[in-house]
């Protein structure tokens, strides 16, 4: 199948011909369902925090950080912000002049394009807008309906159609429109400094990007540093290219460009497990780029992060002691600290052995809870679920037969088994990709994070390439399969922390408005 050149190009990009005929093998057999068991709830794997546990929780890992707790923000932002104007493209392809833009506006299906151009002054970037257009509206009153799209999209003005969704003008206040990247830098600030003050940030980014990044970051931090007393040390990375997976045509074999060579492509965020693998930190915080608040919104989502660092901090200690003790030898574990242990992994980390799985031996029993125990960790935060799209928290068997917390996609369940369906439509709660992860072993040494992935979660989708169909391949997602074999613990977190811009006029929303 493949040619002396074929695994030279394979080579050159970081990737081995065996990872290859992995990919090929997974688009020929597809990826298997998983099995989920119940949705994990309130009481019933979904831990609830009231407002005195929060507090108090927020007043200890302060304390932490004090006695020298190292945080990390890590902040997947190398999106593009094309799909966020998907509706705008379509309609400039629909509307070529003003005349047919105002008839196709009042149509039904065009109501979002309708509510763009009504509430058009009221989003962060107008000012901007109208300066670069010389007005958003013509001499007898109407408004420049293509002009004005053509100058979100197009580089004639913002260029929005194809800039990085972390630098667009989000919010506006203080007389100043702000990016998500400057929010993000304000949350640094507020639960991510570390006793000196230094906040740690790390953004993935798309290589086009990475300049317009450093920029916008080092003005930013010129301004923010005095305002919040610290001092930033932001760092980047690209999606590397050893991540990227092998596209097939539609009979499943490799595709390939006009000259003969393999087509790659990004592997959605799953890919970025390579970048997060080399963060360092007691702490990482981990939240997409797009979720983020003004000011005024912004104290909620600070507590529950200083609340979610600190449960995961005080889960690690008391893993870690374990840890210490099963590590001796078996003989002189006494079988009432064996029985606590068991009661600390099933209770309370909801990690259960596969059925019929209960040891006779002391050593087989040690071993099996060591290898449970001495995993990465992570607190996830999961909210209400109103509607939105996005993973849902459920009891899930895993490929060894024992059973675990999962945050598992809808594409990851068998919709055509009525079991399964069923159960997927009982989740109270969803992912709103709110993570404080533990990377560190008892030891202090960092685990290989490529280790307690489930290779064989992923996601196949049909695209195009030069007018030929093609196949495309995702790797393990980030928060879902690249994590699957990690300790994973459900926080139940308020609503208001999730506020999501996954289209343009999602920054109407009051909560992305000043007041």
Excluded at 298 to 316: D, G, I, P
Excluded at 342 to 371: R, V, W
Aim: proline letters at 5%; hydrophobic letters at 35%; charged letters at 25%.
């Amino acid at each position: 199948m493949f040619t002396k050149k074929d695994i030279e190009q394979i080579e050159n990009r970081g990737s081995s011909l065996l990872e290859i005929e992995k990919q090929i093998a997974h688009f020929r057999k597809g990826f298997p369902y998983l099995t989920v068991l119940r949705p994990a709830t309130i009481g019933d794997g979904i831990i609830r925090m009231d407002d005195t546990k929060v507090t108090d929780a927020v007043v200890q890992f302060t304390r932490k950080v004090h006695e020298g707790l190292q945080p990390v923000k890590f902040v997947p932002a190398s999106g593009a912000a094309s799909r966020m104007f998907q509706s705008l493209f379509s309609f400039a392809e629909a509307a070529d002049t003003n005349e047919k833009a105002m008839e196709l506006l009042g149509e039904h299906h065009h109501k979002k394009i309708h509510s763009f151009f009504e509430h058009l002054t009221k989003f962060a970037f107008y000012e901007k807008l109208e300066s670069a257009l010389g007005g958003t509206k013509t001499p007898d009153g109407n408004m420049k309906y293509c002009e004005i799209i053509e100058y979100v999209l197009s580089d004639k003005g913002l260029n929005y159609g194809f800039m990085p969704k972390g630098l667009l003008d989000f919010h506006f206040y203080e007389n100043n429109p702000i990016t998500p990247v400057e929010e993000h830098m304000i949350e640094g600030a507020l639960y991510g400094a570390d006793s000196r003050g230094n906040v740690k940030l790390h953004f993935t980014v798309s290589p086009e990007h990475l300049d317009l990044f450093v920029i916008k970051t080092t003005q930013a931090a010129q301004q923010l540093e005095p305002k919040y007393g610290v001092k930033y040390n932001i760092t980047f990375s690209e999606q590397k290219p050893s991540t990227d997976t092998i596209a097939v045509d539609p009979d499943n074999n490799p595709f390939r460009l006009s000259d003969g060579s393999l087509f790659f492509r990004p592997a959605g965020h799953g890919a970025l497990l390579d970048n997060l693998n080399e963060i360092s930190g007691d702490i990482i915080f981990v939240k997409n780029i797009d979720n983020v608040v003004p000011n005024r919104l912004k104290e909620q989502t600070v507590r529950y992060k200083m609340a979610l660092a600190l449960l995961l901090s005080e889960f690690q200690e008391r893993i870690f002691g374990y840890l210490r003790l099963l590590e001796k030898k078996h003989e002189f574990i006494s079988d009432q600290q064996i029985a606590e242990i068991i009661e600390f992994t099933e209770k309370e980390l909801c990690t259960e052995p596969a059925e019929n799985q209960y040891y006779t031996d002391k050593y087989t029993l040690t071993h099996y809870l060591f290898s449970k125990l001495n995993r990465p960790i992570r607190i996830c935060g999961m909210v209400k679920n109103e509607g939105e799209p996005g993973g849902g928290p459920f009891w899930a068997k895993n490929a060894d037969g024992t059973v675990s917390l999962q945050v598992v996609e809808s594409s990851q369940i068998d919709h055509h088994d009525p079991v399964q369906n069923g159960i997927a439509h009982h989740s109270t709660h969803f992912n709103p990709v709110d993570l404080v992860c533990g990377v560190r072993d008892f030891k202090g040494e960092k685990f290989d994070l490529l280790k307690y992935r489930d290779p064989e979660t992923g996601f196949i989708s049909s695209k195009s390439k030069d007018g030929k169909m093609l196949k495309a391949q995702e790797l393990p997602g980030l928060w879902n399969g690249a994590m699957a074999d990690w300790i994973t613990l459900f926080v139940e977190v308020p609503v208001i922390t999730f506020n999501p811009v996954k289209t343009v006029n999602d920054l109407l929303r009051i909560e992305h408005q000043p007041l």
